[in-house]
């Protein structure tokens, strides 16, 4: 058995505990310091293609419903609002009870552990749900988004990229196919003449391909320092990480391609949105997403603090490497490469807001239409944006709360003029 597959079965489909996961996973330890061999780095591509490739989680039937809302997270900064809610009793506030998020450490055990209902909320990244609902005919529900932005593209100090040509012939690493950090990326490559492939990592390249797989947010880092891959698109923390222990360095924001973008989504099973027996308790849930957003964004440092290793333990990092992915966004320091090009649009390292605008999925489900991934996506052809759009996302419990709290408005990603409730996409490459 792999070392990698060791750590997801430890406690069953992944399910990590944060303390145990900071004392006993190597790959953790090895992203805060220590190095990782090759072989490791084979079984962790190894595991993580694997995992990419499920033709589908193990589906079981819905339990007796359960008004103790139970949240699994991967360890980034999209998971925050999610994570505030709880530690800051916004639920309670709500009259909701909820017990400790559950750690995991990556997207195939996420799916399966939401999928056999050991959770009622999750973040998710944003294509997940429609490869889960129209490819595997599982009952998910998209009811906001986490946050915008907060994800960026990292390369080696050494790896002699500093143009997008210069990805010719690389190693790529993103989190999931079923990403916008694939999306993002390969639009990327493909408009500057590079061309996405999925190849092993041993064959030959052409100058002009770069080759993509797919690795756990937690094992990029590492696999970066001992120059395994030569960059990698993924969720912060693990950018800042990147650049502060791993040796890499910021090649572009993806909010500075892709203006205000979702990344991860908060989702719902199908019956928790419907019933109208848990309709007040949806409808809590959201009100408390909502007020932690807002928290968060007025609240940035302290809120890093918290989530960091040296406050509650959510992510075991510490606060250096929080604050900087919550905060740092500095064009004039971002210049060599210019990580931030579109200085005119305002945004920031990450923002929090939770409309899920009906343009944004639009964009999202064309791109993900032209974009390579593993397996058979033969599901997407006679599927339109118009049918994602109103099948897909409930937005009766985001926009109560939206109403109920103006100061949503406010964040960047929102425009600031006219309706804030529906906006033009912008996607410069």
């Known amino acids: 058995m792999s070392d990698m597959k060791k750590i997801y079965t430890q406690h069953g489909d992944g399910i990590q505990d944060p303390k145990l996961v900071l004392d006993t996973d190597p790959l953790f330890k090895g992203v805060l310091g220590s190095s990782i061999s090759r072989r490791t780095f084979l079984n962790m591509t190894a595991a993580g293609a694997l995992g990419s490739m499920l033709p589908g ?6 339990k007796k419903f359960d008004p103790v809302v139970r949240m699994g997270y991967i360890p980034i900064t999209d998971a925050a609002a999610l994570l505030v809610a709880h530690e800051k009793g916004f639920l309670k506030n709500q009259g909701i009870d909820s017990v400790p998020p559950t750690l995991i450490r990556g997207w195939s055990p996420l799916v399966e552990a939401f999928a056999s209902h050991r959770f009622n909320l999750t973040h998710m990244l944003a294509p997940i749900p429609i490869w889960m609902r129209y490819n595997n005919n599982f009952p998910i529900k998209v009811t906001a988004w986490d946050h915008t932005n907060g994800s960026a593209i990292v390369v080696g100090k050494n790896s002699g990229i500093k143009t997008v040509k210069d990805f010719g012939g690389k190693q790529f690493a993103i989190p999931y196919w079923y990403s ?5 990326s390969q639009k990327m490559m493909k408009a500057h003449g590079i061309k996405p492939v999925i190849r092993p990592q041993d064959a030959d390249l052409a100058p002009d391909e770069c080759n993509y797989i797919v690795l756990p947010p937690p094992s990029m880092p590492p696999a970066l320092a001992a120059k395994s891959i030569d960059g990698y698109c993924v969720a912060e923390p693990f950018c800042a990480l990147g650049e502060i222990k791993a040796g890499g360095k910021l090649f ?8 205000g973008h979702p990344c991860c989504v908060v989702v719902m099973h199908e019956q928790d949105t419907m019933d109208p027996d848990r309709a007040a308790w949806a409808q809590g849930v959201h009100n408390a997403i909502i007020e932690a957003q807002i928290y968060i964004s007025e609240n940035r440092e302290s809120v890093s603090h918290l989530l960091s290793r040296d406050g509650k333990k959510y992510y075991p990092f510490p606060k250096e490497v929080v604050k900087r992915a919550m905060m740092f966004y500095d064009p004039a320091y971002y210049k060599n490469p210019h990580a931030i090009q579109h200085t005119e649009w305002g945004q920031d390292r990450i923002n929090f807001q939770a409309w899920p605008y009906e343009s944004a999925t639009e964009l999202n489900f064309n791109e993900l239409k032209e974009t390579l991934v593993t397996g058979d996506a033969a599901f997407l052809k006679d599927l339109t944006a118009e049918h994602v759009n109103k099948d897909l996302v409930n937005y009766d419990f985001v926009k109560k709360s939206l109403e109920a709290n103006p100061k949503w408005k406010n964040d960047s990603s929102v425009p600031q003029s006219g309706d804030p409730y529906t906006r033009e996409e912008v996607f410069e490459v």
Request: charged fraction near 25%; aromatic fraction near 16%; proline fraction near 5%.
């Open 57 to 62: 989680p193990s589906f079981a039937k819905e």
């Open 252 to 259: 572009r924001f993806t909010g500075d391609m892709w203006k």
């Open 180 to 184: 916008n950090h694939n999306i993002i």
